[in-house]
């Protein structure tokens, strides 16, 4: 009985906080209940659910907005660079590449950020509601 009250009490913590060596002891007691022939179905989904909550990413809608902000800005300058204000032909050359390549860098981060929500919407459509 202790073994199966201590599965519960990991179940129960925030999964952000439980270590993967911590789910993986967890899984291994609760299969061991149930091959001595404790009927944990409900506690083996918990498991499940609380491992795919632990593994989903740190991406909120504040990340993607601040990206494209960023992106907005950095534009901005991209514009201010082509039309040439302020600065010699090789400065603006150099400048202009310096934004590209940190417009490019944004743009592969939104990429990613929009890549993890699918990925996130595409792995909740397969956990049942409850």
Known sequence: MNVLLRVIKTLNKPPKSLSETRLNKASSELSELMDVGFKLDWLKSKLEEVSLERKKPD???S????????VKHLQLKLDEV???KKLSDDDNESRSQEVEERVKHIEL???EVSFVRSYQMMIMSFVPNK
Not at 63 to 70: K, M
Request: hydrophobic content about 30%.
């Open 59 to 61: 991406v909120d809608g």
């Open 63 to 70: 990340q993607v907005q601040q990206l494209e902000e960023r």
């Open 82 to 84: 082509s039309l040439g």
């Open 109 to 111: 981060k939104l990429d």
